[in-house]
């Protein structure tokens, strides 16, 4: 999955530690999920989603199984 978070932050200005400690985790899982390498609980995509004021299906891209 993709996401469209550093894009989003970038528009507050907001590092990867500022964004985990709104919505709870640490900076390093902020870091996996914009590299595509952690997928988050429903409830984390909610929480990252309203912090970044976006909704959850323009913040997360869903890819098409091959």
């Avoid at 978070?5 to 999920?33: C, H, N, S």
């Avoid at 609980?41 to 909610?46: G, I, Q, R, T, V």
């Amino acid at each position: 999955m993709k996401t469209r978070i550093k894009e989003y932050r970038a528009k507050y200005d907001m590092t990867q530690e500022d964004l985990g400690k709104i919505v709870g985790v640490r900076r390093e899982t902020i870091g996996f999920l914009e590299k595509g390498k952690y997928n988050p609980s429903l409830k984390l995509a909610h929480a990252i989603s309203k912090a970044l004021n976006v909704k959850i299906d323009d913040l997360f891209l869903f890819e098409e199984d091959e």
